[in-house]
């Protein structure tokens, strides 16, 4: 750290600011979108839509965050674990993992759940007498949540300009006109539900009605058929196993007795000069200068565990609402509300990593292409605010979590049905909420979770007869915690300790003894609960599950047979670890003493511990099995390390270095959303050259939706190709830059723990760390230069930085007298700890120093 810490001072003033924005908050393009997966995606919370730019057709697919498919009732939940638990441990007691597997396939999986579906398109007919266009620009501004298209006509300039606004519920979409052109349009709606779409034009309004299925089926009747789950879906078999006549994949309304979720969507038009005619049910605007059109939706969805179709909500007084509260707003008016709201979340952070370059000026897919020459490196913020964006844009309270695709999908059919995988998807979605100072939101997925926790009550007593609650593999609208069909990675019934730690992790930022008491500790207390009933004791005496898999690998054993389930896999472990630690770390924050709590004590230090195997590696499994796949894109053993902090240098190095070999042999290539967590990994090792590698590879140029799993990537619009597009990828990555940038799960608030030699100048300011603090940091030639820690709460704070620093008793200044009781103090005497040379074979060293910090609550305090 150069000389720059010649004062360390307390400023007694509150601990808010607003910052400037980088320059290098653009999305651009110089040509309108062919295909979804360049189209630029808004978001009101509710409501989603992406954006073409055809100048000659725009199109704004629409997507409603509740639009499932199916119906709460609608699920299999006929598994008993308890009528063959023996057996199946027998068999894995044996060594006989296949013989165990065919089981737990045949009698422990369900159905597959339902599917997120597309709304409807919203089209825009524009007649420009096929004159020819020029200088057309297609951009998304990040600042202010704002798409605008803008072209030219002859010596017409046409803007379009696009916004979602969350306080409103409502999308808006303006075109101008500046030149002696007009503007000549004709508007409608569609839905890929046409069989169920009425639609009407009337005035100055457009409405569509629809209904989505009432039972969606992403199998085909083959797979069902091949693995004997008739029985499973009676919608579609009869008892005997024969197809029902006439079903298909897709049933709507009244081929499946009146089940579906309505929705209605809307749109009205202004237009300043010119004229309004209806034409079907379409509407025309001629010869204006400004035209401006607000859109909304909403559907029948009345909650988890209502049915939408018999016990739904009736959406158009919802949308009767919506507009009459708006109908004496100006765009203006319009625009500034979303606007506020917007920048009040997304202007907490500021962060410019190296400089902008000749490169950085190049339109967005290009700077994505080229970004492996490292002409670049600015690039990097860019993705990091953009996955702050999504969030804001997909997840706000009131509204739904993010799912696999955000809440932007345009398919029937999407990838992974576009709910909820929750061995780590759903979550890695979340993980930069509170890093990146979005905790609100977070809301959604709470609510969801403690939704899930209701189902999975009744899912541990009638699957397991244990108490607490459970989840396994997947979740959709309807919150259903069985096990989902044919994959055997479904059978996991360990969800519910890892979607806990989002809630102690919200508690470890916030320090909210309320929200520790209301919200974590009964979760937790339930997800111990059932982690409880399920250990067994293995032949070493040690506390292991009796049913486990490292999802989704799959282990080899007598010469190279495969297999997916043994007792006590890593990852099963360190989610029970966890959650037995924070529970009994509640317990003791809110003094409950009793016989469970002593329980979960004595249990806790009888699990198996961690163990390193043949290769130096931190093993996946109890046994030291072979990998199926060494360079599998899931490494879920190394949970403990990160999201989890059980593991680090700092405190368990031997660990880390086996979590290091892992990393090593698992390679650097993987599909989109794996690229994501690795960089979490590489930073939690300190190692921030290799974090940037994958960061690179991340950045590979995909322009086909392919659903090879192969060749993961980013697409031109910056969506995450897992691929097919998977949005955990996007987030994934941004949480990594952050953990590049300031950690602090390791007791310590740990200050350019992982910088790439390329980003060797740069800031960032309004990070969040662990124990209500808020972090500005500025660096140059790859050293601290300014570091300003905002107290939340106020107590003891040790900082690390990765520099020594000759450290000086504070002197006053105009500003800053010296403090005759001041609140801060050195560890020793008023001296720095240095620490260096840990070294562990070749491990990074843990260098620079620390500092005891004695906070105020409200204090700004200041390393120069």
């Not at 069989?195 to 089926?217: D, E």
């Amino acid at each position: 750290m150069s000389r720059l810490s010649r004062l360390l001072f307390l400023l007694l003033i509150p601990a808010v600011h607003s910052y400037g924005q980088s320059p290098s908050l653009t999305l651009w393009y110089n040509k309108p979108a062919t295909v979804w997966s360049e189209a630029l995606p808004l978001g009101n919370g509710y409501m989603g839509a992406m954006v073409f730019g055809d100048p000659a057709k725009e199109h704004l697919q629409l997507n409603e965050g509740t639009l499932y498919s199916g119906d709460p009732a609608s699920t299999f939940k006929a598994i008993n674990v308890r009528k063959d638990f023996k057996q199946v441990s027998a068999l894995l007691a044996a060594k006989q993992y296949q013989e165990a597997q065919s089981l737990i396939a045949k009698e422990w999986l369900g159905r597959n759940h339902q599917l997120y579906q597309p709304m409807g398109d919203f089209w825009i007919d524009v007649d420009h007498k096929n004159e020819a266009i020029t200088d057309y620009r297609r951009q998304f501004d990040i600042a202010t949540a704002t798409a605008t298209t803008r072209y030219k006509v002859g010596n017409t300039t046409y803007t379009r300009t696009y916004f979602a606004s969350y306080p409103d519920h409502v999308i808006v979409v303006k075109l101008t006109a500046n030149g002696p052109g007009k503007i000549n349009c004709t508007f409608h709606l569609s839905t890929p539900h046409e069989s169920t779409a009425r639609y009407a034009a009337q005035g100055n309004t457009l409405t569509m009605r629809g209904k989505v299925p009432g039972f969606g089926l992403r199998r085909t009747f083959e797979q069902i058929e091949k693995a004997g789950d008739q029985y499973k879906y009676p919608e579609v078999y009869e008892k005997n196993g024969q197809r029902k006549p006439g079903i298909d994949n897709m049933l709507y309304d009244r081929q499946i007795n009146g089940l579906g979720m309505a929705f209605e969507t809307r749109v009205k038009v202004q237009h300043t000069g010119g004229r309004i005619r209806q034409d079907n049910n379409a509407l025309t605007v001629q010869d204006a200068s400004e035209v401006v059109f607000v859109l909304s939706a909403a559907t029948s969805y009345n909650g988890f565990d209502k049915s939408p179709a018999y016990e739904g909500v009736d959406p158009k007084p919802i949308l009767d609402q919506r507009f009459k509260a708006i109908e004496k707003k100006s765009y203006a008016a319009l625009y500034q509300t979303h606007l506020a709201d917007y920048k009040k979340l997304f202007d907490r952070v500021d962060i410019q990593l190296a400089a902008e370059t000749e490169q950085s000026q190049r339109p967005t897919d290009q700077r994505v292409e080229l970004f492996s020459n490292g002409l670049d490196p600015s690039f990097a913020a860019l993705y990091f605010q953009y996955g702050r964006y999504l969030m804001i844009a997909g997840s706000r309270p009131g509204g739904q979590p993010l799912n696999l695709q955000g809440m932007w999908n345009d398919l029937m059919v999407p990838p992974w049905n576009g709910g909820y995988t929750i061995n780590i998807n759903a979550q890695m979605n979340y993980w930069p909420a509170e890093l990146t100072n979005l905790s609100e939101c977070q809301e959604p997925f709470f609510k969801a979770v403690k939704e899930l926790a209701i189902n999975g009550h009744e899912t541990a007593r009638s699957m397991y007869g244990n108490d607490g609650w459970v989840a396994h593999h997947n979740m959709d609208i309807w919150r259903h915690a069985e096990p989902v069909d044919l994959c055997n990675c479904s059978f996991w019934p360990m969800a519910a300790g890892w979607l806990t730690s989002h809630f102690w992790e919200r508690y470890l930022f916030s320090g909210d003894p309320i929200f520790l008491k209301k919200e974590v500790f009964p979760l937790l207390k339930g997800a111990v609960q059932f982690y409880q009933g399920w250990l067994v004791k293995n032949e070493q005496g040690y506390l292991v599950t009796p049913v486990g898999h490292s999802p989704e690998q799959n282990f080899l054993y007598d010469d190279k047979k495969q297999a997916t389930f043994s007792p006590g896999p890593t990852m099963d472990m360190a989610i029970v670890r966890e959650s037995f630690s924070r529970y009994l770390e509640a317990c003791k924050t809110l003094g409950i003493t009793d016989d469970f709590t002593a329980g979960v004590k004595q249990n806790l230090s009888q699990l198996l511990p961690y163990q390193i195997g043949k290769y130096g590696q931190l093993q996946e499994w109890q046994t030291d099995f072979d990998d199926a796949d060494v360079q599998h894109r899931h490494f879920s053993h190394l949970y403990a390390m990160h999201p989890s902090n059980q593991i680090s240098l700092q405190s368990t190095p031997e660990l880390a270095a086996a979590a290091r070999r892992v990393m090593e042999r698992r390679g650097d290539g993987a599909t989109g959303w794996s690229m994501g967590w690795k960089v979490n990994v590489w930073a939690r090792l300190l190692d921030g050259d290799h974090a940037l590698k994958l960061i690179t590879n991340l950045f590979k140029l995909v322009r086909t939706n392919s659903t090879s799993m192969q060749g993961g990537g980013t697409y031109p619009n910056l969506f995450c190709a897992h691929p097919p597009f998977q949005i955990d990828g996007n987030f994934g990555a941004t949480a990594g830059i952050a953990e590049m940038l300031v950690q602090s799960h390791a007791g310590e608030v740990h200050l350019l723990p992982a910088l790439p030699q390329a980003w060797h100048t740069g800031h960032v300011k309004g990070l969040k760390a662990r124990g209500g603090y808020e972090i500005d940091l500025e660096w140059k030639a790859g050293k601290l230069t300014k570091a300003v820690v905002h107290s939340k709460l106020g107590g003891s704070l040790r900082i690390r930085t990765n520099d020594r620093m000759a450290m000086q008793p504070a002197v006053a200044t105009a500003s800053a007298p010296v403090n005759p009781n001041p609140l801060f103090s050195f560890v020793d005497a008023g001296k720095p700890i240095i620490k260096d040379q840990m070294k562990l074979g070749e491990m990074p060293v843990v260098k620079g120093f620390t500092i005891d910090v004695k906070t105020e609550k409200g204090g700004v305090y200041e390393i120069r």
